[in-house]
């Protein structure tokens, strides 16, 4: 081997090592920049158990070979166990903590511990060392959609994943979203999606582009321009917009057919430029498109692609295309790399002793977070050209934490402030570290959400304000600069609680066990306060006495409350169901700090 061959491959080796530390510098910053993974964690003795019995919801049978997975709230944590023949199962040794407890098997639905169907709020279950609790569940029979994919000439199509969607509200509205197990398509062409509750759903097979190595795929989808990458869904029978899609009605345990045919999609074709805040070409921005109707879902994370994602990057010249858009309704989103970050990275792969130092790399990363440009987009029948997205300068943002007037107590550590961006569907935590309250938020844009997380029971909010505006219920506009907010904190909080009157429990006029406990609705009476997120409408679930308890409710409003016998989750939010039971509903006022006493109805 020459010594010109060695310099190479040291120099590749070189290369490498600079590229791992990179990787290695990056997770370290993602990790200290969150304050509450710096703080190590007290090790409890691990003295706590759970046991219980898994049985079937129908017949009270005992569900043997059921798996039980347990998982620490914020990781860390993970047990599994089976039941024996008896449907027991019993998890030892565990720290305290908070945990979900999840049961499932093959031919039924799946359940959270505290659920009685999927879409319902799950009960967290609280762990104190030394502590055995007994937690049960009973499971129900699922259902399941069979069917096969074809091409256009009835000829199976293998390797395809289908997924079953259902409408849930997230977000405050109502979206179409991945429910159940997915399956990928035999070399018949067949699927089977089992363990489903009974209700109506979509049935999608997940089109990908580009796929060379499939010349049926690629005749679907059409030639795509540059690094395109797409997942289109084609819905049952055959279609690509969702409006057009045919539900399935699926009943207990029982089995729906639905056969989804691939032709050539009749698609759109988006494209146009992206520029920067100074009006320059932004090349290699990465443009993608989401849909407003659509939601990912949390298993589609683990699923494989995402139901419905297409995206790509501009060229040289700012200019992109994005192929294969079904109709409907979309955010289009460019985000502009921020060459600051950009130069820093090189430098610490091409630079020796001169690198940038490790503080330098975080700041820049936190600070210089790149411009995003947005834009609502309609897609109908056809090609969508010509447009512009303008990159906005990110904007930071200064919280300072101080007391209401008349408040002696300190204020309360470790409160985070959570920023939702309306537009481009992202959410940043921060945690207050400084002793003066103060929290920082770098690289915000556009129309942002601003909500303060993980306060103590025993405070509330009572504002934000930002240049004189109280932005507590409503967006900011975020356009680069710095900005300055006031959050005013109180510890005169309302609370309202009570019991579901007793006539209204059930037939018996007896108290429901925790199996059948109900959830309390509380909303404002001003429908215009319905929006998401919103101070004025919360929800609870009551304990095995009918008993209930919400507090933090804005003073000096009138207020309406109802109770539910079941509640999906994100259900009390959407301004749809809120009107629909308005009319059952209990009206009370609150004043400040006011603890009130109700009966609340439950709804028939």
Excluded: C
Excluded at 5 to 31: E, H, M, N
Excluded at 399 to 426: H, K
């Amino acid at each position: 081997m020459t010594s010109q061959v060695k310099g190479q491959k040291s120099k590749v080796k070189g290369r490498q090592a600079k590229v791992v530390a990179v990787l290695f510098t990056i997770g370290f910053l993602l990790l200290t920049s969150n304050p509450a993974a710096q703080q190590a964690p007290r090790i409890d003795p691990q003295s706590a158990s759970i046991y219980g019995r898994i049985t079937a919801a129908d017949t009270g049978a005992p569900i043997r070979r059921a798996e039980v997975r347990l998982l620490a709230e914020g990781g860390g944590v993970s047990r599994l166990a089976t039941t024996d023949a008896d449907g027991r199962y019993e998890l030892r040794d565990l720290p305290a903590g908070a945990y979900r407890l999840t049961a499932s098997r093959s031919g039924f639905v799946t359940l959270n511990f505290g659920q009685r169907r999927p879409a319902e709020a799950f009960t967290a279950i609280a762990l104190a060392e030394g502590l055995r609790l007994a937690a049960n569940l009973a499971l129900p029979r699922g259902g399941a959609i069979a069917g096969r994919v074809v091409d256009d000439a009835g000829e199976p199509i293998a390797e395809v994943r289908v997924q079953a969607m259902r409408a849930r509200v997230v977000d405050g509205r109502r979206r179409v979203m991945p429910a159940g197990v997915t399956d990928v398509t035999d070399d018949t062409g067949g699927f089977r999606l089992f363990g489903l509750e009974p209700g109506d759903y979509y049935v999608a097979a997940m089109v990908r582009a580009p796929n060379p190595e499939d010349a049926t795929m690629s005749a679907i989808t059409g030639p795509v321009r540059g690094d395109v990458r797409a997942t289109i869904p084609v819905f049952y029978p055959g279609v690509s917009a969702i409006t057009e899609a045919q539900p399935v009605s699926l009943g207990v345990s029982a089995e729906a057919r639905a056969d989804i045919f691939l032709a050539p999609l009749r698609t759109a074709r988006v494209s146009g430029v992206v520029i920067d805040s100074m009006g320059r070409p932004a090349p290699r921005s990465l443009v993608e498109l989401r849909s407003d109707l659509l939601h990912l879902g949390f298993n589609a994370m683990y699923a494989g692609p995402p139901p419905m994602s297409i995206s790509a990057h501009a060229e040289a010249d700012g200019s992109f295309e994005l192929p294969n858009v079904p109709p409907g309704s979309y955010t289009l989103i460019g985000r502009i790399e921020s060459p600051t970050v950009r130069g820093f990275l090189d430098a610490m792969l091409n630079a020796g002793p001169d690198a940038p130092s490790l503080a330098a790399l975080k700041e820049a990363m936190m600070l210089q977070r790149g411009e995003v440009a947005s834009m609502p987009l309609v897609v109908s029948n056809g090609d969508v050209a010509g447009l512009t997205l303008t990159g906005r300068q990110p904007a930071t943002l200064t919280a300072r934490f101080v007391a209401d007037a008349g408040v002696t107590r300190p204020l309360p550590r470790q409160v985070e402030i959570q920023a939702d961006g309306v537009q481009t569907n992202t959410m940043d935590h921060f945690t207050s570290r400084t002793q003066s309250a103060e929290i920082r938020l770098a690289g915000l844009f556009g129309p942002t959400r601003l909500r303060v997380v993980n306060l103590p029971d025993d405070w509330m909010v009572e504002s934000i304000v930002i240049d004189g505006t109280d932005v507590t219920d409503a967006p900011i506009d975020f356009r680069g600069g710095n900005v300055e907010a006031r959050v005013v904190l109180t510890d005169r909080i309302t609370e309202v609680n009570g019991v579901i009157a007793a006539q209204f429990r059930d037939g018996r006029g007896q108290s429901p066990d925790a199996s059948d406990a109900a959830y309390v609705v509380v909303f404002a009476a001003d429908s215009s306060r319905w929006t998401y997120p919103s101070r004025f409408v919360r929800s609870a679930r009551t304990d095995s006495q009918g008993s209930f308890r919400i507090s933090g409710l804005p003073p000096h409003e009138r207020y309406l409350a109802v109770a539910v016998d079941y509640l999906e989750e994100g259900e009390g939010e959407d301004p749809q169901f809120l009107e629909r039971i308005r009319s059952q509903a209990v009206p009370f006022s609150l004043s400040e700090g006011e603890r009130r006493t109700i009966d609340v109805r439950l709804m028939r």
